[in-house]
T-cell receptor, first 110, second 114 residues
């Protein structure tokens, strides 16, 4: 399938902003998603962006999409210890299923 | 009130056994999915059903057989379990099949094969 790539680890201090980056190859992806997985828990949909948008903001979350470069980022403002989790970027695999990146483990330190 | 539920949450079994994992969604969605998350946290689609019909089968061994008795249920039966089947299995559902539909995930079933 098409590839979705993410960096594997990110460590930030509490109160700082976190930026998690993702690149994808499927140019036909119409929606791109960010999911969060807390330790031992399931996947929680955080936000998604339609491919004709450049930016979407939802409270502390900002998603930026550069469709030309096939680059997606998730910015978390004022990162809290409760934000520590694995964040998965996903695009739509031929419209039928989600194609996930390998996840970025975010560690927030006090 | 759980939207997508799976049972059991944990499953520990011996190699060679046959086991089933159940999934139910109460969202009225038409499409359901099974994903596998391996020990490195990599998530991959296994199956997708739309209105009880199989849509996707991503080169999964035929020891894995999904069964959808109705739109709200998609069960996963695994025959002759192998060590490599140890993983977390996630069920998901979406209103319909298509790129515009957001998928909602269950809490996962952690399968350990000894």
């Amino acid at each position: 399938g098409e590839d979705v790539e993410q960096s594997l680890f990110l460590s930030v201090r509490e109160g700082d902003s976190s930026v998690i980056n993702c690149t994808y190859t499927d140019s036909s992806s119409t929606y791109l998603y960010w999911y969060k997985q807390e330790p031992g828990a399931g996947l929680q949909l955080l936000t998604y962006i339609f491919s004709n948008m450049d930016m979407k903001q939802d409270q502390r979350l900002t998603v930026l999409l550069n469709k030309k470069d096939k680059h997606l980022s998730l910015r978390i403002a004022d990162t809290q210890t409760g934000d520590s989790a694995i964040y998965f970027c996903a695009d739509s695999n031929s419209g039928y299923a989600l194609n996930f990146g390998k996840g970025t483990s975010l560690l927030v330190t006090p | 009130d759980t939207a997508v539920s799976q049972t059991p949450k944990y499953l520990v079994t011996q190699m060679g056994n046959d086991k089933s994992i159940k999934c139910e969604q109460n969202l009225g969605h038409d499409t359901m999915y099974w994903y596998k998350q391996d020990s490195k946290k990599f998530l991959k689609i296994m199956f997708s059903y739309n209105n009880k019909e199989l849509i996707i089968n991503e080169t999964v061994p035929n020891r894995f057989s999904p069964k959808s008795p109705d739109k709200a249920h998609l069960n996963l039966h695994i025959n002759s379990l192998e060590l490599g089947d140890s993983a977390v299995y996630f069920c998901a559902s979406s209103p319909n099949i298509g790129i515009t539909d957001t998928q909602y995930f269950g809490p996962g079933t952690r399968l350990t094969v000894l």
